[in-house]
């Protein structure tokens, strides 16, 4: 699976209140309207920048903070496919492949806001195409690249009704 996106970038410690404010977490349910806040206590106007099939590109520890799920679905709902970070928070990395987001780690330094890349899911491969290098990322085991294609753990157990390991 071969994704292509332009790059925003973010640093280190990137946690779930900046992604998506504690203050509107509990205010509603409506993705949409959480997804309009994305990353707005970073960057204001982020969600003016990016267009779907964009990526996020941070640092180490992507996603640290609380254990909730609205975070790595604001993401996705923004039309983000993939999050590239140095590391990721555990509780993070496996709520946004449960939820169908795209999650890869990888050296970021070379990679810079405004940049293009075409990434392969399958193989790590990312081919940065503004600069023309190629950075080598852990790729993700079979089995999670399937349940995030298909959308998340729930779509894919409605699908297949089991994992096939």
């Known amino acids: 699976m071969i994704l292509k996106g332009k790059v925003h970038k973010f640093g280190d410690d ?3 209140d900046y992604i998506i404010s504690g203050k509107y977490k509990f205010k509603t349910l409506d993705i949409k309207e959480l997804a309009s806040h994305l990353m707005e206590d970073i960057d204001p106007d ?6 779907p099939g964009d990526f996020i590109v941070a640092g180490r520890n992507f996603g ?3 254990s909730r799920e ?4 604001v993401i996705k ?15 993070f990395f496996r709520n946004g492949l449960n939820i169908g987001l795209f999650l890869m780690e990888a050296e970021t330094v070379r990679l810079n806001q405004g ?3 075409e990434v392969n899911i399958s193989t790590g491969q990312i081919h940065n195409l503004t600069s ?3 950075i080598l990322a852990q790729p993700l085991p079979k089995f999670l690249v399937d349940i995030a294609q298909e959308g998340g753990v729930v779509a894919y157990l409605r699908k297949y009704g089991q994992f096939k390991l």
């Open 64 to 66: 640290c903070g609380s």
């Open 77 to 91: 709902e923004a039309g983000i496919p993939l999050v590239i970070a140095e590391s990721f928070a555990r509780i």
């Open 70 to 73: 609205q975070a790595p679905l």
């Open 46 to 51: 982020f969600t003016k920048k990016v267009q």
């Open 14 to 16: 990137i946690n779930t």
């Open 132 to 134: 023309g290098i190629t």
């Open 115 to 117: 940049e293009f890349l």
